[in-house]
């Protein structure tokens, strides 16, 4: 049996009208290695779980799937590095979740090819597309304009956003690594973590596509439930600071000024605007910005302490007229 080069890691909840199109991306991809995949579904109630055991009957020899008795994401179980990471037999890690898909057949080559050569190279990523929920092309995850190297600062200070997660390889031993942190395990976390293990590397292509405003995804739930979103920028405050230390302070900068970033996006959360204006480093935050967006930062907050129920109003309005969109398939 040929050893395993890339294990890929999926995991999924109610991805019904979503997984195949992952799977398949999967199985579509052209390699001179071997590759595994395997699939964590935290107790799907709608069709997922028939779907994932069509494809494992169909490819036995290349398809796995972890089914759970008990979902394990309502229990704050970090899903990957519980259950994925450790079952890993390839020297690779990529990482897809079920409501995303890849679009390149030669993505993993590509990757493992320059991986291979670059060995001082921690993770590997490359430019995605942005699709709704139906598949439209809503524009390109543009990370970089031509291939080049990244420094970690940059994935630090992009907050989370900086690339599509679905781009991701990296080296399996740091994925485990990054498990052993405890961490808080997010998107951001990891990508911050892989970057500051290495050279980070970055393909210009657009070789995957991310899903957005899927229903139940973590984004979503952030921007429509007020205290979960507060709780979530907390903990990613909490990991900002544990990953400061466990870096030695290496990106102490860049960290600091990310943690007031998300201080700042609580503030706007719990609509306390009069904390915002007595906060300095908050507002030397704001002041550091571009015109336009320190601009509309600072009639937010004023508009926010004198007339309160307006600002509301606008608000709830605008998150209204999102739903409305997502609903259309136009966001």
């Keep these: 049996m040929n050893k395993i080069m890339v294990t890929i890691v999926c995991i999924t909840y109610n991805h019904e009208n979503y997984i195949k199109d992952a799977l398949n991306s999967f199985l579509e991809q052209i390699t001179n290695f071997e590759f595994e995949i395997i699939v964590h579904d935290d107790v799907s109630t709608d069709g997922t779980r028939q779907i994932l055991k069509e494809y494992e009957t169909l490819y036995p020899d290349k398809i796995k799937v972890v089914y759970q008795s ?5 229990k704050g179980v ?11 037999r390839g020297k690779y890690i990529a990482i897809c979740e079920g409501d995303d898909y890849w679009i390149d057949t030669s993505k993993l080559q590509k990757q493992v090819d320059y991986m291979e050569s670059h060995n001082d190279c921690s ?3 490359h430019n995605a597309m942005k699709v709704n929920r139906d598949k439209k092309n809503m524009g390109v ?15 630090i ?3 989370g956003g900086f690339c599509a997660t679905n781009s991701i390889l990296t080296k399996a031993e740091f994925a485990r690594q990054f498990h052993e942190t405890g961490l808080y395990e997010v998107d951001y976390a990891l990508q911050i973590f892989l970057a500051g293990k290495g050279n980070a590397y970055c393909f210009s292509e657009v070789m995957s596509a991310y899903r957005a405003n899927v229903e139940g995804s973590w984004s979503r739930r952030s921007k429509e439930n007020v205290q979960y979103g507060v709780e979530c920028e907390k903990k990613i405050i909490r990991m900002l600071r544990k990953y400061n230390e466990l870096s030695n302070f290496t990106y102490e900068t860049s960290i600091n000024a990310c943690i007031v970033k998300h201080e700042l996006v609580i503030k706007f959360k719990l609509e306390d605007y009069k904390g915002i204006l007595n906060d300095k480093k908050i507002i030397d935050y704001i002041k550091s910005l571009p015109l336009l967006k320190r601009t509309l930062y600072f009639m937010r907050i004023k508009l ?7 600002t509301r109003f606008i608000i709830k309005s605008m998150k209204k007229f999102r739903k409305i969109k997502i609903k259309l398939g136009i966001d």
């Design 70 to 74: 008990e979902n394990q994401y309502s």
């Design 78 to 88: 970090p899903i990957m590095g519980t259950f994925l990471f450790p079952e890993a």
């Design 123 to 125: 993770i590997c990523i």
């Design 141 to 155: 995850i543009s990370t970089v304009k031509s291939s080049c190297e990244i420094p970690c600062e940059k994935f």
């Design 157 to 159: 200070l992009s907050g």
């Design 304 to 310: 926010g302490c004198s007339l309160p129920r307006f």
